[in-house]
């Protein structure tokens, strides 16, 4: 399963609103995360089967989406939500699993 | 606290072979399945291979099957990758990641800082 992410590169200011997508191949039910990864960082778990949000994840997080179709929004930005942002599909787990190639939100 | 210290990292030349490990602590290792994750210098995440609890249940890329075997000692909270047959592409960093409770397949609600191979002649 492939997944592809939109856009690469995202150039917004702090308080926007961020909305990033992540298609897949064929699909994955809701059997999607999202992860963050700063410079230099592991990445970091942010929400998981698709609308779930991780252990200590702030409310401005969200994910939704089902199928081949997903969307993680970020409602207002903070400065420390820059970042690459990355989906992870794990339909069919332990067969392959997959991320996406990665968006990154910038500062504009 | 949940900490996850890889090591066995190094430069190797193509075709030898390399054995990464994790010690795992903070949590009740043999509770969850476990992953490992790499990423090359600039790139994005690769899954490379995870398996459950009790190794009942085992994954590859497949850009690794065949070369790459994964293993866990429950006893030792320790977690192995087997490199064999290492080529140029598999130079990058490489995550052990803990898997999220009952989601074996959502690779890391929990990182270590990683371990970095570099396999050049």
């Known amino acids: 399963i492939v997944l592809t992410q939109s856009p690469a590169t995202l150039s917004l200011s702090p308080g926007e609103r961020a909305t990033l997508s992540c298609r897949a191949s064929q699909s994955v039910g809701g059997s999607l995360a999202w992860y963050q990864q700063k410079p230099g960082q592991a990445p970091r778990l942010l929400i998981y089967?698709?609308?779930n949000r991780a252990t200590g994840i702030p409310a401005r997080f969200s994910g939704s989406g089902s199928g081949t179709d997903f969307t993680l929004t970020i409602s207002s930005l903070e400065p420390e939500d820059f970042a690459v942002y990355y989906c992870q599909q794990r339909r069919g787990w332990p067969s392959a699993l997959t991320f996406g190639g990665g968006t990154k939100v910038e500062i504009k | 606290e949940v900490q996850l210290v890889e090591s066995g990292g190094g430069l190797v030349q193509p075709g030898t072979s390399l054995r990464l490990s994790c010690v795992a602590s903070?949590?009740?290792?043999?509770?969850?399945?476990m992953h490992w994750v790499r990423q090359a210098p600039g790139k994005g995440l690769e899954w490379v291979s995870g398996l459950n609890w009790n190794s009942g249940g085992i994954g590859y890329a497949a850009s690794v099957k065949g070369r790459f075997t994964i293993s866990r000692d429950n006893t030792k909270n320790s977690l192995f990758l087997q490199m064999n047959s290492l080529r140029p592409e598999d130079t990058a960093l490489y995550y052990c990641?803990?898997?999220?409770?009952?989601?074996?397949?959502?690779?890391?609600?929990?990182w270590g800082q990683g371990t970095l191979v570099t396999v050049s002649s």
């Open positions: 903070g949590f009740t290792f043999d509770d969850f399945a």
């Open positions: 990641a803990k898997a999220a409770r009952y989601y074996a397949g959502v690779v890391g609600d929990s």
């Open positions: 089967e698709a609308s």
